[in-house]
T-cell receptor, first 118, second 115 residues
């Protein structure tokens, strides 16, 4: 149980195009999901907190218009990198908290999505 | 703001030996969660062990155990009988108890296991 799936796992795009990454909780409902960015050999940096049915909360320094987050259902959050540039190339990871259960503190992670912008 | 510090960027251990990864954190909360995550080359985040701050007993999971020192705000991970598959990046993480609380990670440590 508690599986989170990301799609695509790997994407290459041209500079200036937009890319959408999906994060799905497969066997549980997730009111809250989190999006992270990770550069090679570095830690995970939180980009934003995604809440179902409301606007995402972005961390300081993260461009809201650049990284659009939509959490339209209890099992799906999407991250859209708009007008991507090579500096947006990174590994993006989502995590989700299972709603409606006793809070164990644990978050469940997707497999990650590697974005390469040419 | 909460911070998590992992001061050692790399460590190496001989197969079958024991290694301890250190972590300190800073918080003004009295109740919270602490985690160790493993990230192998596949980059999938794998939960190794979890500790609830209100529990005095140190968490254990098979070969993995923690030394939780709440007053010192220290949370080290001990890996016993190290195996080649333990080689990975390990992240210490903190999370407050609120439902929407975020996970704060340390910088991570790269563990290599020598055969």
């Amino acid at each position: 149980g508690a599986v989170v799936s990301q799609h695509p796992s790997w994407v290459i795009c041209k500079s200036g195009t937009s890319v959408k990454i999906e994060c799905r909780s497969l066997d549980f409902q997730a009111t809250t999901m989190f999006w992270y960015r990770q550069f090679p050999k570095q830690s995970l940096m939180l980009m934003a907190t995604s809440n179902e049915g409301s606007k995402a909360t972005y961390e300081q320094g993260v461009e809201k218009d650049k990284f659009l987050i939509n959490h339209a259902s209890l099992t799906l959050s999407t991250l859209t990198v708009t007008s991507a540039h090579p500096e947006d190339s990174s590994f993006y990871i989502c995590s989700a908290r299972e709603s409606g259960r006793a809070n164990t503190g644990e978050l469940f992670f997707g497999e990650g999505s590697r974005l390469t912008v040419l | 703001a909460q911070t998590v510090t992992q001061s050692q960027p790399e460590m190496s251990v001989q197969e079958a030996e024991t290694v301890t990864l250190s972590c300190t954190y800073d918080t003004s909360e009295s109740d919270y969660y602490l985690f160790w995550y493993k990230q192998p080359p596949s980059r999938q985040m794998i939960l190794v062990i979890r500790q609830e701050a209100y529990k005095q007993q140190n968490a254990t999971e098979n070969r993995f155990s923690v030394n939780f020192q709440k007053a010192a705000k220290s949370f080290s991970l001990k890996i016993s009988d190290s195996q080649l598959g333990d080689a990975a990046m390990y992240f210490c993480a903190y999370r407050a108890t609120g439902a929407n609380s975020k996970l704060t990670f340390g910088k991570g440590i790269t563990l290599s296991v020598r055969p």
